[in-house]
């Protein structure tokens, strides 16, 4: 068996460990949900977009079969088609959803600043 005065101190460290990991993850929501208000340029979003498809498109031309079916162009002109509805600021939360048909979804994977083609 296990000594009872080493698994009261272990329970007591990890309970511990738990409940610091919950006010963090409070936290960081909090912080999240706080965001979802921010404002951003709308230009400012069209330009981030732009410069990460035009990455990804000339990456996708050294490999021939994973192009998509829309050209650069088209799909440029769609993004600035759904931006030119909104006003010249507009919510972090409303600039997210109008990008992720376009496939911008912010995950952790999506933090990196290139564009990897397998």
């Known amino acids: ?4 005065q080493n698994m009261w101190s272990l329970v007591c460290q990890l309970e511990g460990q738990w409940e610091e990991a919950l ?3 409070a936290r960081v929501r909090n912080c999240l949900s706080k965001l979802q208000v921010a404002t951003v340029p709308r230009q400012d979003v069209y330009n981030f977009a732009k410069a990460k498809i035009t990455e990804k498109y000339r990456k996708q031309q050294r490999y021939p079969s994973t192009m998509p079916t829309k050209s ?3 799909v440029l002109a ?3 088609k759904a ?3 909104c006003e010249q ?3 972090w939360s409303d600039a997210i959803s109008l990008l992720q048909p376009f496939g911008f979804i912010p995950t952790p994977d999506a ?8």
């Open 78 to 80: 769609e993004m600035e």
């Open 72 to 74: 650069l162009e088209q």
């Open 1 to 4: 068996g296990y000594d009872m």
């Open 23 to 25: 006010l963090a993850a």
């Open 111 to 118: 933090f990196k600043d290139t564009v990897h083609i397998p």
């Open 83 to 85: 931006l030119s509805t």
């Open 89 to 91: 600021n507009l919510s």
